[in-house]
């Protein structure tokens, strides 16, 4: 009638099932959880609309690069308007190479 367990080894392993349910349920409950938070649904069906997926790629692409070139103007200008305000300063060596820098940039510019 003895099938090798004890009622008290039943109990500990009866624990140890809850134990580990709770534990499986916890984490199912974050992996849901952390599937909700990145959009995961809306990704797959962005995937499986390849048009949607090309064109959102395109115009994210576009707008990168129209931010790039946009932001690089700023910065040479901002650059060469620093690089006038040394020149003003007379400052020795620096000065002469900063004015025939600018003298070359602003040939280049207008032919």
Do not use: C, W
Not at 43 to 66: E, K, T, V, W
Request: glycine share 8%; proline share 3%.
């Amino acid at each position: 009638m003895s099938d090798g367990f004890q009622p008290e080894e039943v109990a500990k392993e009866r624990y140890r099932e809850r134990q580990l349910q709770r534990r499986l349920i916890i984490r199912l409950a974050r992996l849901s959880r952390d599937l909700e938070r990145f959009n995961l649904a809306e990704y797959i069906s962005l995937l499986n609309n390849p048009r949607r997926y090309l064109l959102l790629n395109f115009s994210a692409g576009l707008f990168r690069g129209l931010g790039f070139g946009v932001g690089a103007t700023l910065l040479a200008a901002l650059l060469l308007y620093l690089l006038q305000r040394l020149v003003v300063l007379n400052l020795p060596l620096i000065g002469d190479f900063i004015a025939e820098l600018i003298e070359i940039v602003n040939q280049h510019l207008k032919g």
